[in-house]
């Protein structure tokens, strides 16, 4: 009778240990995952607050560049196809966060088109109105990049749990998956040619 409780009290202990383990990770990668998708939030909100910006930009250098037509045409499209572009982060994956990022860059390199344009209008550079937007997109712009900085940070947590041993058995059995990453523009790794 004593050596059935003694086994029976191993079992329960046994039991016991084993509960908490894979509850304590399901639980941990869970509070990972949910910690990534609200970072992904924050980035979708800091390029949201850049398109948002978009319009009033565009039309303030309407008023003074009426005649630049062709690149006031192409940042609003460019805005248009940057936030149709969505994306659920736990299901997310690299071909899907690449799209994300080449229409994010097309919205950017038609914004550097539309502040080249500038350039040419004084009177535009000067004007009170364009400065704060200029000012409220560049911070954007910073914004945007810690956000991704922070996503990432996230992901790289949550990836890491689910790949450690033992967890990455678990990780599998309960369905966790690694998330995509940011990572930098193609060309990015090259060094721009500067000329005098």
């Not at 196809?81 to 899907?96: H, L, S, W």
């Not at 996503?151 to 749990?161: I, L, Q, S, W």
């Amino acid at each position: 009778m004593k050596k059935t409780l003694g086994i029976l009290g191993v079992l329960v202990v046994l039991g016991f240990f084993l509960y908490n383990f894979f509850v304590g990770f399901y639980n941990t990668a869970i509070e990972y995952r949910e910690d990534a998708k609200t970072a992904w939030s924050n980035v979708e909100s800091a390029y949201q607050r850049r398109a948002d910006l978009i319009p009033n930009l565009v039309n303030t250098v309407k008023g003074y560049a009426s005649h630049e037509k062709e690149t006031l045409e192409a940042v609003i499209k460019a805005r248009s196809q940057a936030t149709q572009v969505k994306i659920d982060p736990t299901n997310m994956t690299p071909e899907q966060m690449a799209q994300f990022q080449q229409a994010q860059q097309g919205l950017s390199g038609a914004l550097s088109r539309l502040l080249v344009t500038v350039e040419k209008y004084p009177d535009l550079k000067a004007d009170k109105h364009f400065l704060e937007l200029q000012s409220q997109l560049e911070g954007t712009e910073n914004r945007i990049k810690v956000e991704r900085d922070r996503y990432n940070k996230a992901v790289n947590t949550y990836d890491k749990y689910i790949q450690k041993f033992p967890g990455n058995m678990l990780a599998s059995m309960f369905g966790f998956k690694e998330m995509a990453r940011f990572q930098s523009d193609k060309g990015a790794e090259k060094a721009p040619k500067v000329e005098f």
